[in-house]
Nanobody
Framework: QVQLAESGGGLVQAGGSLRLSCAASGLPFNIFAMAWFRQAPLKEREFVATINWSGGTTYYADSVKGRFTISRDNAKNTVALQMNSLKPEDTAVYYC????????????????WGQGTQVTVSS
């Protein structure tokens, strides 16, 4: 059974930082592309960042480029999202997702999802 468990969310002031982590189990992690998506209240879930199986390829949404960094540790089956210079508009539930093969930026491309972790940025 595949499980993705996010952690690290919380409340932070604008300009601050948070580091999200996602622990994966039940899948051959080192051949899966991983991604972070987020969903703000009353909005659709949107792409944030993705990383390929080796960590050598990453893509970011324009809204987070230069502020967020995605990384992975295949020895520990984890993927992280370092979020710096946070803004109130980054407030959302953040989801970890996994897909076999190449990276993707669409919700429908991902096979497995975590339950999400809340990030709230106060102004």
């Amino acid at each position: 059974q595949v499980q993705l468990a996010e952690s690290g969310g919380g409340l932070v002031q604008a300009g601050g930082s948070l580091r999200l982590s996602c622990a994966a189990s039940g899948l051959p992690f080192n051949i899966f592309a991983m991604a972070w998506f987020r969903q703000a209240p009353l909005k659709e879930r949107e792409f944030v960042a993705t990383i390929n199986w080796s960590g050598g390829t990453t893509y970011y949404a324009d809204s987070v480029k230069g502020r967020f960094t995605i990384s992975r540790d295949n020895a520990k089956n984890t993927v992280a999202l370092q979020m710096n210079s946070l803004k109130p508009e980054d407030t959302a539930v953040y989801y970890c997702a996994a897909r076999r093969g190449l990276v993707g930026r669409q919700n429908a491309e991902y096979d497995y999802w975590g339950q999400g972790t809340q990030v709230t940025v106060s102004s």
